[in-house]
């Protein structure tokens, strides 16, 4: 005991120290019950981002690395509509994650200056996802070929684009920058839905066909 330190005065730090203790431990039960969560209902989306925030203010590096660690193989936040603090929280553990996910569906839940932040997130982050959707995200820069080495299988950008037509789907200078990037990919079977065409069917584009 600090020889400054009163006998109430000890008792007092022990005991926050213990509280603080039993917190901890609860967050991090709490983190492996959503590690394999397949139900995403709307209580469960905002019991998980609230769970972030919480892991968030203990300022607690090795709960923050298990956040990361067990971060949901299945993921949907469908219009959960993320505030600017919660997707920046988000998006700091999305980057560090380093499994390989399953499935990530992130329609429509950033605010529009926050969606560069979820790109950068995605194309940071040591693992892959196999799926994701990122669809009604409206993206103002194209990703570089980084962000999309990070999705095995497939990547919705649908209703990521906004012009005066408010088409919502990729025009032809989008289109291009696209493939540009994806033509950078190797070994890759990525296949990218960036909206439709003029008579409504999808369009896809994907990285060169590989020469066996």
């Known amino acids: 005991m600090a020889s400054n330190m009163s006998v109430g005065d000890?008792?007092?730090?022990?005991?926050?120290?213990?509280?603080?203790?039993?917190?901890?431990?609860?967050?991090k039960s709490q983190l492996v019950q959503f590690e394999k969560l397949t139900n995403w209902s709307e209580d469960n989306k905002?019991?998980?981002?609230?769970?972030?925030?919480?892991?968030?203010?203990?300022?607690?590096?090795?709960?923050?690395?298990?956040?990361?660690?067990?971060?949901?193989r299945e993921l949907d936040l469908?219009?959960?509509?993320?505030?600017?603090?919660?997707?920046?929280?988000?998006?700091?553990?999305?980057?560090?994650?380093?499994?390989?996910?399953?499935?990530?569906?992130?329609?429509?839940?950033?605010?529009?200056?926050?969606?560069?932040?979820?790109?950068?997130?995605?194309?940071?982050?040591p693992g892959k996802v196999?799926?994701?959707?990122?669809?009604?995200?409206?993206?103002k820069d194209i990703p570089g070929p980084e962000f999309f080495a990070k999705i095995r299988q497939s990547l919705d950008m649908a209703y990521c684009f906004e012009d005066d037509s408010h088409s919502f789907s990729a025009n032809s200078s989008e289109r291009q920058k696209i493939q540009l990037a994806l033509d950078q990919l190797h070994d890759s079977r990525l296949r990218v839905l960036v909206g439709c065409d003029d008579k409504g069917n999808d369009v896809i584009l994907t990285p060169p066909v590989l020469l066996s």
Do not use: H
């Open 10 to 27: 000890w008792l007092r730090y022990s005991d926050i120290a213990e509280k603080r203790r039993i917190w901890i431990e609860a967050l």
């Open 130 to 139: 196999k799926v994701l959707n990122i669809g009604g995200n409206i993206i």
């Open 46 to 72: 905002r019991r998980y981002i609230s769970l972030l925030c919480e892991l968030n203010e203990s300022s607690d590096m090795a709960i923050f690395n298990m956040a990361s660690l067990r971060f949901p």
């Open 78 to 125: 469908l219009d959960l509509n993320l505030s600017s603090s919660e997707a920046a929280i988000f998006c700091n553990i999305l980057s560090k994650q380093q499994n390989e996910l399953e499935k990530l569906y992130l329609i429509g839940c950033f605010p529009p200056g926050d969606v560069e932040r979820l790109i950068s997130a995605i194309s940071d982050m």
